[in-house]
């Protein structure tokens, strides 16, 4: 039974036909969707949201989508992007044929680039599924329309859909014959298509690119900007140098006395000559020295140079630790990440503004937007990091767009490296209780695993819109939202963002959120991919203290054995040890398996050991 209703689906949706209409804002769209349809489906003022009819023409079924059309005054760019990609959610699995519709009336008016418009929105494959309608035909005479047709104009914009077009009249001059010549017209190009549909997946891919695109422009802005920085320090530092170099060449100039007192050097302090003298003297001892080590004891002085080495790379290896370890490292994870989660105008980025007690987030109210965002911020003592979202829960999109939407999750995610401690769930209080915040324990679970309802804490926004109401009152009078509320373990707060000033609210939520981190063994959510990247550090993190306490060990072993062979002036001996201790070192720092210094040098101890009764000897015989 099933697969017979399947199979009567899939006929009827095969029949099916998807028409995108496009054109310049108040082209005439609407009116036409209507006159295709046969009815009065859609609104016919200046469409400000896509939306979809469906109806049965000439016994088959039509599924048109209006759109805004492009330049729309009325609409920013962002929320004129969020619509047409409305308009392909609407339009699931994607649409036969995009229809760009251009009113003859107007068009010599019309002189804006409309293809580039759809090659900017769909891509450069969205033309081959595009063919022109152009309306109001009797408002123009044969001779005009003939004129516009033969235009230069007409011919270039012709030329990129290989020449499609229809013409029909106004709606309320249409006739059913120009209609099934369109439907006829369309047929034509659907089979010189192989049946072939645009989809969904070329529009997202496109958009992917559109994205990542930008993102290369912002981040050469940015390596620019950077640059330029760096050239502004850097001739700070060299003019400072300069300052500094005239400076000292004046103090010297002034130590001499001045010019007018050239020669006059005789006149310098007696101490200033015995200081001088004793400089000297010092001077050749340490000259005699030298020459002594040099010419007497060449292994000495290579023995020297190894400990040299060896000390810095002690201290190379001590900058190591501590460079991963100090608070300006930049890929130092904040001690409390936080990732907002909520529908779309709930007061996401207003909560995160009031967290971080400033406009750090792009202005509220804005159309929501398609990424992530991440601001970092030390708030009430603590460093954390926000990562707001879109408004994931509810835009449309996003049900049918799932491989993107897995994307953008695990992009926010990497934003939280290594994981976020807590989701922050924002609901609207005065808003209506939708489907989908029912269903959102449920989402959250999907999208990032049962566990992640542990690490998730209600943020109730509007609170001041609640009347004469409490919030007690307000959550007992649903059940729904106790259901809610339950799932996440009864953690809640609320925000009123028109106050942001009231640092208060933001500080209690980090309380109550540090306390379910507590509850949660001090653990941040991490998903399958990031758990195991964490056990293989922890794995790595032991190795690395084992080698650090073994390099320790080496290190102080081995210099009290030098320090005690060099009193014995056994520099060859020294020699030896510290190559072996080099080795030694060079080999833990190397290994992926760490060893103790035992199984370097198995009888340190004894020789030590044997290197004490010497100097005990020796001792005795003086
Ligand atoms: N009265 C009131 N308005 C708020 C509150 N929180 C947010 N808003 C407003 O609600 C609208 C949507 O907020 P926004 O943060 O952009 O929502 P988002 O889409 O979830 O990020 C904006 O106009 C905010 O100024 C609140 O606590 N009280
Ligand atoms: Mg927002």
Redesign the pocket.
């Known amino acids: 039974m099933a697969s017979a209703q399947n199979e009567s689906d899939e006929e009827r949706d095969s029949q099916e036909l998807r028409i995108v209409l496009l054109g310049a804002s108040e082209a005439g769209k609407s009116p036409t969707a209507n006159s295709i349809l046969g009815r009065e489906a859609f609104k016919e003022s200046r469409t400000r949201e896509s939306e979809k009819q469906t109806g049965r023409v000439e016994d088959r079924n039509i599924s048109i989508i209006d759109t805004p059309g492009f330049f729309n005054t009325q609409l920013t760019d962002e929320e004129m992007k969020n619509e047409m990609m409305k308009s392909m959610y609407l339009c699931y699995p994607g649409p036969h044929v995009f229809l760009l519709v251009i009113n003859l009336e107007t068009f010599r008016e019309e002189q804006r680039n409309l293809v580039e418009q759809i090659q900017e929105t769909f891509g450069e494959e969205a033309l081959l599924f595009t063919m022109v309608l152009f309306i109001g035909r009797e408002k123009v005479s044969r001779r005009e329309f003939n004129q516009i047709i033969a235009s230069e104009e007409t011919q270039k914009i012709l030329n990129y859909f290989e020449g499609r077009f229809n013409v029909i009249n106004s709606k309320s001059e249409c006739d059913s014959s120009q209609i099934i010549k369109l439907l006829k017209n369309i047929d034509e190009m659907v089979k010189n298509n192989g049946g072939q549909n645009y989809s969904n997946e070329i529009y997202l891919k496109n958009q992917r690119k559109l994205r990542e695109h930008k993102e290369r422009i912002k981040q050469e802005e940015k390596r620019l900007k950077q640059e330029k920085e760096r050239m502004k320090h850097e001739q700070v530092r060299k003019i400072h140098m300069e300052v500094k170099k005239i400076q000292e060449d004046s103090d010297t100039w002034k130590q001499k006395g001045g010019i007018n007192q050239k020669g006059d050097i005789t006149m310098r302090s007696k101490e200033e000559r015995i200081k001088d003298d004793n400089e000297r003297k010092k001077d050749n001892v340490s000259k005699k020295k030298t020459r002594y080590l040099r010419e007497n004891e060449a292994a000495v002085q290579e023995n020297l140079r190894r400990q040299m080495e060896s000390r810095r790379e002690k201290e190379r290896w001590r900058w190591k630790l501590e460079r991963e370890m100090t608070p300006e490292n930049p890929s130092r994870p904040a001690d409390l990440r936080i990732m907002i989660l909520?529908k779309?105008?709930?007061?996401?980025?207003?909560t995160a503004n009031t967290i971080l007690s400033r406009n750090a987030f792009r202005a509220?109210?804005q159309s929501?937007t398609l990424t992530c965002e991440k601001q970092d911020a030390v708030v009430s003592g603590r460093n954390i990091s926000i990562i707001d979202t879109p408004?994931w829960l509810d835009a449309p999109w996003y049900k049918h767009f799932q491989d993107e939407l897995k994307r953008d999750i695990d992009k926010c995610l990497e934003m939280s490296a290594p994981g976020p401690h807590v989701f922050l769930l924002?609901i609207r209080l005065n808003g209506i209780y939708t489907e989908e915040e029912k269903n959102t324990v449920k989402w959250i679970q999907t999208n990032f695993g049962e566990d992640a309802v542990r690490h998730t804490f209600v943020v109730f926004?509007?609170?001041?819109?609640l009347k004469d109401e409490s919030l007690d009152q307000y959550i007992r009078k649903s059940p729904d939202l106790q259901l809610l509320m339950d799932s996440c373990g009864g953690r809640f707060h609320s925000?009123?963002?028109?106050h942001r000033n009231n640092q208060n609210q933001a500080t209690e939520l980090l309380e109550k959120i540090e306390q379910m981190i507590k509850d949660n063994g001090g653990e941040h959510y991490a998903n399958e991919k990031s758990r195991k990247k964490k056990q293989e550090e922890m794995r790595h993190d032991n190795i690395h203290e084992d080698t650090k306490k073994n390099l320790h060990d080496l290190t102080r072993e081995t210099d009290e054995l030098l320090t005690l062979m060099m009193g014995f002036e056994m520099s060859e001996m020294a020699l030896r040890l510290s190559q072996v201790r080099e080795m030694a070192h060079n080999n833990l720092s190397k290994q992926g398996k760490w060893q103790t210094i035992h199984d370097f040098i198995p009888n340190m101890s004894e020789t030590f050991l044997w290197f004490c009764m010497l100097r005990e000897l020796a001792e005795v015989m003086h």
Do not use: C, I, P, R
């Not at 779309?344 to 207003?350: F, L, N, R």
């Not at 926004?461 to 819109?465: A, C, F, G, P």
């Open positions: 909520g779309s105008d709930v007061g996401k980025t207003a509220e109210a929501d408004g924002v926004t509007h609170v001041d819109l925000f009123n963002n028109q």
